[in-house]
């Protein structure tokens, strides 16, 4: 396949090498530093659970001129979604697909809306990885993806692609129901990234502390509320299983968020608790312990520029 990657970081970075490595045509557009590193010297993965490997890829700073992908993997962060999705219209053939691997429960429809109906698919990535130097992405844990047809139909681009994930060593599940599947993974992260962020403490410390571990549930039955309410269907026992998947995480482990909060980057607030603090308004569910969150972190949400 010959698969681009928008959003060449921690995310775009490891999953982009590995499909490389396994013999995938993988094109990703980067800038600066990052891009004249993978240029040079291919795409270093430095990984806790793999070891270290080197993939090489075809790099640019744009897709003009470029032929078109099969598949798209988008990666960049939410509030960057609109000006990257801009720069993918050159290499999108009549079934190019255009999977968001990214953070929020509304990226595909700005997607859909910017490149037009039927391109967007549904993505969820199950990984901590990070840009540690330019051409360098550090992978600490993680490496699962779920994906799908926002419509559930198991499409042939989508069976290809998740044929190549597998290929590449990349545990996939393409799946028939995105919406549940990214609903569940929008329960576990905006606790565990709100809560981390909030209190600058790890996973471990917020299990033991009751009174964290009792405000991590209640933003997930919030939030579970919430998609109940927007139509998306949740079993029964859905902030049972956040909770338990919640508590299997790693002691040390904090989130993405409070990766970007600490280093004075921008952060995806508005994706996360923004988004479901006025999904909750319009439909009338009370979201308290989110909006807490929400206005707490809301004057760090432009990182050092703010």
Not at 16 to 22: M, P, S, V
Not at 64 to 73: F, I, K, R, Y
Not at 89 to 94: D, N, S
Not at 167 to 172: E, S
Request: hydrophobic share 45%.
């Amino acid at each position: 396949m010959r698969i681009a990657v928008v959003g060449a970081g921690g995310v775009g970075g490891y999953f982009g090498a590995k499909l490389a490595r396994a013999g995938e045509s993988v094109v990703m557009l980067a800038r600066g530093p990052h891009l004249d590193a993978i240029r040079r010297d291919g795409v270093r993965v430095r990984s806790a659970v793999e070891g270290e490997f080197v993939a090489k890829v075809d790099a640019v700073a744009s897709f003009d001129g470029q032929p078109p992908a099969d598949m798209v993997l988008f990666c960049v962060k939410s509030f960057d979604t609109r000006a990257a999705a801009a720069m993918v219209a050159p290499i999108l053939g009549p079934s190019t697909g255009v999977v968001s691997l990214q953070n929020g429960v509304d990226n595909e429809e700005t997607l859909e809306e910017i490149l037009g109906a039927g391109r967007a698919l549904g993505g969820a990535a199950y990984v901590f990885a990070s840009m540690a130097a330019p051409g360098v992405i550090a992978h600490t844990f993680g490496g699962r993806l779920a994906f799908g047809e926002m419509d559930g139909r198991v499409s042939e681009r989508a069976s290809a692609l998740r044929d190549a994930l597998v290929r590449a060593g990349v545990p996939t599940d393409l799946t028939a129901d995105i919406k549940r599947v990214l609903w569940e993974k929008y329960l576990l992260i905006s606790a565990q990234a709100g809560m981390t962020s909030l209190t600058r403490c790890p996973a471990g410390v917020l299990r033991a502390t009751p009174e964290c571990w009792a405000m991590y549930r209640r933003i997930v039955e919030e939030l579970a509320a919430l998609a109940r309410a927007v139509g998306v269907t949740l079993t029964g026992d859905v902030v049972e299983s956040v909770m338990r998947q919640a508590a299997a995480v790693a002691p040390e482990a904090y989130s993405s968020l409070h990766f970007d909060l600490t280093h004075g980057k921008p952060l995806e607030l508005e994706a996360l608790h923004g988004h479901a603090v006025r999904l909750g308004e319009r439909h009338r569910v009370p979201t308290p312990m989110v909006f807490a969150v929400y206005a707490a972190l809301k004057p760090h949400a432009a990182g050092s520029r703010g």
